[in-house]
C-alpha cells in the first residue's frame, strides 16, 4: 500500500511538471511568433521558476483529479476484462482534459493554465495525462508481479 501511495506521488509530480513545462514553453512560442527576443537562458531560466512557483497550484490540483479518476479506475479494472495499464491510461487522459476544458468554464473564461488555451494545448494535456496513466497502471501490474 504505501509503495502504491509512492507510485501515484511521483507519477502525479511527473505530470505536474510537464503541465507546467507545457504551459511554460507554449507561452514562450507564443512570444517567439509575435517576434518578442526569447533567449534559450530565458526559456530555462523561467522554466525552472515556473516548476517551482507553480508546483505549489498545479500539483495539488493534478493531485485530486488522479486521485478521483484513478479510484474510478481501479473499481473499473477490478470488474472488468479492461487492463490496468489502459483504464488508468483512459482515466489519466480523461482526467486532464477535465482540467483543460473545466478549469476555464468554471472560472469564467480565465485559463490558469494557459497551455490549454489551444486544441493543441488541450491535446497535450490529454496526451501527458494518458502518459501518467499508463505509467501508474504499468507500475502497478509490476509491483502485482512482485508481490506473487
Do not use: C
Not at 511568433?33 to 495539488?60: C, G, N, S
Request: proline share 2%; aromatic share 12%; net charge positive.
Amino acid at each position: 500500500m504505501i509503495k502504491r501511495i509512492g507510485i501515484f506521488l511521483g507519477i502525479t509530480f511527473i505530470v505536474s511538471i510537464l503541465i507546467i513545462a507545457q504551459t511554460t514553453l507554449s507561452n514562450f512560442i507564443w512570444l517567439i511568433q509575435a517576434d518578442m527576443p526569447v533567449t534559450l537562458v530565458m526559456i530555462v531560466t523561467k522554466l525552472f521558476e515556473d516548476i517551482l512557483r507553480m508546483m505549489v497550484i498545479v500539483f495539488p490540483i493534478i493531485f485530486i483529479v488522479n486521485l478521483i479518476f484513478f479510484l474510478v479506475a481501479m473499481m473499473i479494472s477490478r470488474y472488468t476484462s479492461l487492463s490496468k495499464k489502459r483504464a488508468y491510461s483512459l482515466s489519466g487522459g480523461l482526467g486532464l482534459f477535465l482540467i483543460s476544458v473545466g478549469i476555464p468554464f468554471l472560472a469564467g473564461g480565465i485559463y490558469g493554465l494557459t497551455g490549454a488555451r489551444s486544441v493543441i494545448g488541450k491535446i497535450t494535456f490529454t496526451l501527458i495525462g494518458l502518459l501518467g496513466g499508463f505509467l501508474f497502471g504499468k507500475h502497478l501490474d509490476k509491483s502485482k508481479l512482485e508481490t506473487s
